[in-house]
């Protein structure tokens, strides 16, 4: 009755533990939320105030490759960062989610493949299955930080399906950075076997520990292939505000994008013009704030963690996720555990478990994703839960 591609939908990696956090909640035990990449910081109050300035009458449809305001104002912003695009290079989304499934339906058939180093954000899957995607795990070690393998190693997985290499940089689930080495090597990869290179850089702004973000958009010799994918939600605390962008040189691909931007006739007006003034701030003190508050965090849980017997994990790079292994065979089986048996002060945690993340979930079975998007004091809780937690469900 309905469609493969559609039954074939993958659901959250936290899917399944839903009904235990419900039942921890009816219990009237509260739940710290590890699972979730939603910024607690405050939204910048120019987003506000602009809104607020909105004096029509009627809020109509906007431009459906978006505000030409906004437009500019993104323009702006990547000249700061030395990339040159002009404004048709530019196209405004409902979120980056948007900006990757358009990008993904301009540039696959049913059955064609995508390169992604895993693990990867799980939520990819359900673009990938709604187009009947096949996906090729580059594979990397959690050993190594998730650093990528060689381009020898990544080009015996390019086959004659293969239309795109996809990723994110910083990495989510990872907190992972790629050098410029290695994303310099994917843009060989890309131009020596003409496939397209997504990246998708949410999280460009979230680097610590003085690293040098590079993006894939300043590699001037292959710009008609690469595709940036971007947002407001995490860099400016603003997840529901659904503003995305992709960008690209191929004029060609554009066209195509901005159909699909017609067929959903435009995104929020509203949404957009408080974008702008986002955009358009020019202090550099909310980036600074912001990466500070993540730094101190990141530290305190990797610190944390680290001292908690059993368990191994990286020191995130960017981003605020981090992947940590635990002295335990199944990650989901103590995520589940904890929401339903286990609480510390009348609190427990909700994890995130990594088999969702891989194409080869064995991969991932000792594994949880945390997400440090939360005050200190929160975080201390959080790590004396996941100790006590884990002595505890050890013994039995």
């Known amino acids: 009755?309905?469609?493969?591609?559609?039954?074939?939908?993958?659901?959250?990696?936290?899917?399944?533990?839903?009904?235990?956090?419900?039942?921890?909640?009816?219990?009237?035990?509260?739940?710290?939320?590890?699972?979730?990449?939603?910024?607690?910081?405050?939204?910048?109050?120019?987003?506000?105030?602009?809104?607020?300035?909105?004096?029509?009458?009627?809020?109509a449809y906007s431009d459906s490759s978006?505000?030409?305001?906004?437009?500019?104002?993104?323009?702006?912003?990547?000249a700061n960062l030395g990339m040159d695009y002009l404004?048709?290079?530019?196209?405004?989304?409902?979120?980056?989610?948007?900006?990757?499934?358009?990008?993904?339906?301009?540039?696959?058939?049913?059955?064609?493949?995508?390169?992604?180093?895993?693990?990867?954000?799980?939520?990819?899957?359900s673009f990938f299955a709604m187009l009947g995607i096949k996906v090729v795990g580059i594979p990397t070690k959690f050993e190594e930080n998730f650093k990528l393998p060689s381009k020898e190693i990544i080009e015996t997985l390019v086959t004659e399906k293969t239309r795109a290499i996809m990723f994110s940089n910083p990495g989510n689930p990872t907190g992972s950075v790629y050098s410029r080495e290695e994303l310099l090597m994917l843009n060989e990869i890309s131009k020596e076997r003409d496939i397209f290179l997504i990246s998708d850089e949410v999280y460009r702004e979230f680097i610590y520990d003085g690293k040098d973000t590079v993006s894939c958009g300043t590699f001037v010799d292959n710009l008609?292939?690469?595709?940036?994918?971007?947002?407001?939600?995490?860099?400016?605390?603003?997840?529901?505000?659904?503003?995305?962008?992709?960008?690209?040189?191929?004029?060609?691909?554009?066209?195509?994008?901005?159909?699909?931007?017609?067929?959903?006739?435009?995104?929020?007006?509203?949404?957009?013009?408080?974008?702008?003034?986002?955009?358009?701030?020019?202090?550099?003190?909310?980036?600074?704030?912001?990466?500070?508050?993540?730094?101190?965090?990141?530290?305190?849980?990797?610190?944390?963690?680290?001292?908690?017997?059993?368990?191994?994990?990286?020191?995130?790079?960017?981003?605020?996720?981090?992947?940590?292994?635990?002295?335990?065979?199944d990650a989901t089986e103590f995520s589940k555990w904890l929401l339903g048996e286990f609480s510390y002060e009348n609190y427990t945690v909700m994890l995130t478990p990594a088999k969702g993340f891989y194409q080869r979930e064995e991969l991932g079975l000792n594994k949880v994703r945390i997400s440090y998007a939360l005050d200190l004091d929160i975080l201390e809780k959080a790590v004396k839960i996941i100790k006590l937690g884990l002595q505890k469900y050890n013994k039995k």
């Open 66 to 78: 978006g505000r030409k305001e906004l437009i500019e104002s993104i323009k702006k912003y990547y």
């Open 224 to 329: 008609e292939r690469i595709i940036l994918i971007d947002s407001i939600s995490k860099r400016f605390s603003t997840c529901g505000a659904r503003v995305g962008t992709i960008l690209n040189k191929n004029k060609e691909f554009m066209s195509y994008i901005l159909k699909l931007c017609q067929s959903r006739l435009s995104i929020s007006t509203l949404d957009m013009i408080g974008a702008e003034a986002l955009y358009r701030c020019k202090d550099k003190s909310y980036y600074n704030a912001v990466n500070k508050k993540y730094t101190e965090r990141r530290d305190f849980l990797f610190e944390g963690l680290k001292n908690i017997e059993g368990i191994v994990l990286n020191k995130p790079e960017g981003a605020f996720y981090c992947i940590v292994q635990l002295p335990v065979e």
């Open 87 to 125: 404004n048709e290079e530019i196209l405004i989304t409902a979120g980056g989610s948007e900006a990757l499934l358009f990008t993904l339906m301009t540039l696959f058939n049913e059955g064609e493949e995508v390169l992604i180093p895993e693990p990867y954000y799980a939520n990819y899957n």
């Open 1 to 59: 009755m309905f469609s493969k591609n559609i039954q074939n939908l993958k659901t959250s990696p936290v899917r399944e533990l839903i009904p235990y956090s419900k039942k921890a909640k009816e219990m009237g035990i509260d739940i710290i939320h590890l699972n979730i990449g939603q910024p607690d910081l405050e939204t910048p109050k120019e987003f506000f105030k602009a809104i607020s300035h909105f004096k029509e009458e009627t809020i």
